[in-house]
């Protein structure tokens, strides 16, 4: 997965959990529950956010490190129940690589759903290895999990597929993005990371079950046409082409929250991980 453009969100100079999905060379999406709001979806400006991106080779870019000019959030994203978990955050980056990201369309048939996670090293100032899974789960499985999957089968995907965290060890992490490949070999961006759904309290408790959520992309594309005031590269049976089309999508509201006996976890997963290694560290058996 090298050849792909990764990114991640930094929060005061810190990675994050949250993995982004590139448009192009001046826009991402991100998870909204990534962001820090204050009321009404606003975005709490006193907090710094950075984005750092992957070359499509294992190399770093110069230009990897850019500050965002712009942070929104969907218009009807709902913090409480996690519906339209999206946000986009444009910025100015002086790469001329002319590099777009397609995200595929409604009838782009993929056959094959590759989840994908790749950290970056700040020890030796690169990438490592990306970590990919292909783990189909159970569509009833997920329904009964999530109230909000149940109502927008369409506009997410769910695997139980997690790998192991950079920030703690004892604990596992979901894929921050998803890709549809096709019987082509082609490969698009479907979805990212947006929560899990944990049958006990953490992802640090050994054999827990996780079923983990990702908001399906193309959905949203007119809301980054809009937003931007360009098109949006998407990927469809024909090819790759541009949309120009501006609709403002939502999904459908769930009958609750959540499933009893099970615990939701979202946006940057890492601070919680990293305070369960360090009350670990200060038992006596430790």
């Known amino acids: 997965m090298t050849e792909f453009r990764l990114a991640y969100l930094y929060k005061e100079n810190d990675q994050t959990s949250c993995m982004a999905a590139v448009m192009d060379m001046g826009a991402i999406f991100v998870a909204a529950n990534c962001i820090k709001l204050i009321g009404n979806n606003t975005v709490d400006t006193s ?9 499509t080779s294992d190399n770093v870019d110069p230009l990897s490190v850019l500050s965002p000019n712009q942070i929104t959030v969907h ?15 444009q910025y100015v980056d002086g790469a001329t690589d002319g590099f777009v990201g397609y ?35 159970n569509d009833s499985d997920c329904a009964d999990g999530s109230p909000l999957y149940a109502a927008n089968k369409d506009w997410m995907s769910c695997t139980s597929a997690v790998t192991t965290s950079s920030a703690n060890s004892d604990c596992s992490i979901p894929y921050g993005i998803m890709y549809k490949q096709n019987t082509s070999a082609i490969i698009v961006m479907d979805s990212i990371y947006s929560h899990s759904v944990i049958y006990g309290s953490d992802m640090c408790t050994k054999s827990v079950k996780i079923l983990s959520y990702y908001t399906v992309l193309w ?5 980054g046409v809009k937003l931007m005031g360009r098109g949006v590269s998407i990927f469809n049976q024909t090819g790759g082409t541009q949309t120009n089309n ?31 290694e360090a009350s670990m560290s200060t038992l006596p058996f430790r």
């Open 47 to 55: 907090v710094s956010y950075k984005i750092r991106y992957s070359s």
């Open 246 to 276: 501006k609709t403002i999508n939502s999904m459908n509201s769930p009958k609750s929250i959540s499933v009893p006996g099970t615990t939701i976890e979202g946006g940057d997963l890492y601070p919680k991980q990293l305070a369960i």
């Open 219 to 223: 959905p949203y594309v007119g809301f």
């Open 75 to 89: 218009p009807n994203y709902n913090p409480d129940t996690l519906e339209n978990n999206i946000a986009i955050i």
């Open 103 to 137: 995200i595929g369309a409604e009838d782009f048939i993929g056959n094959t759903d590759v989840y994908v996670r790749r950290d970056y090293n700040p020890s030796n100032s690169s990438w490592n290895k990306p970590v990919v899974a292909n783990q189909p789960t």
